[in-house]
């Protein structure tokens, strides 16, 4: 199998990578290496993340997530905002949107996917505000009331438990749609 080469050094799959099978290519993404991939790519919406880079980096943001909040309640207990959660999580969104992304692509998915609870979520929002804006109206049927947002709530769940299972699945081993296989 060639794994070393002017083509393979550039980022660009041998055909022999082409063919790995999912648990290969994969194996040798440890934390680190998957934590400095996605910083690297923060802004690459386009290839493949193999399952291993991702949750490695998902990981990462929760662990660094929960030092940082017990830092902010030692440290920052009478703040509003916990200042080092807060600038944790606006550093790694981006890169863990990219890397969500890419991760859909692997499994040939388009990337987009990874917004639909937040969709749900807007929709959920918007369809609950209307008709309050011109204050309130006792002859108003509100169009989330009852029923309506037992559902919308369940979509929403839905929805994020869907992607969340997408999220798990291993990759296409093969090139697919989005490329080929995320070399490890």
């Known amino acids: 199998m060639k794994t070393a080469g002017p083509a393979f050094e550039r980022g660009q799959a041998t055909d022999d990578a082409k063919e790995r099978p999912t648990a ?61 959660t807060t600038l944790v999580q606006l550093v790694t969104l981006l890169p863990l949107l990219a890397v969500s992304y890419r991760r859909m692509h692997d499994i040939d998915k388009p990337g987009w996917l990874i917004f639909l609870p937040m969709i749900v979520s807007v929709a959920f929002i918007f369809l609950s505000t209307i008709g309050y804006a011109s204050g309130p109206n006792p002859n108003f049927n509100a169009p989330l009331s009852g029923n309506r947002f037992a559902v919308l709530g369940t979509l929403q769940a839905v929805a994020a438990l869907v992607i969340l299972w997408w999220l798990t699945r291993a990759g296409d081993p093969k090139s697919n749609t989005y490329g080929p296989p995320p070399a490890a």
């Open 24 to 84: 290969e290519r994969t194996a040798n993404v440890n934390p680190s290496k998957a934590i400095i991939t996605c910083f690297r790519n923060y802004a690459v919406f386009s290839g493949r993340a193999p399952r291993a880079e991702y949750w490695w980096f998902f990981a990462f943001i929760i662990v660094a997530v929960l030092i940082t909040g017990r830092v902010d309640a030692m440290a920052f207990s009478g703040a509003s905002v916990p200042p080092l």
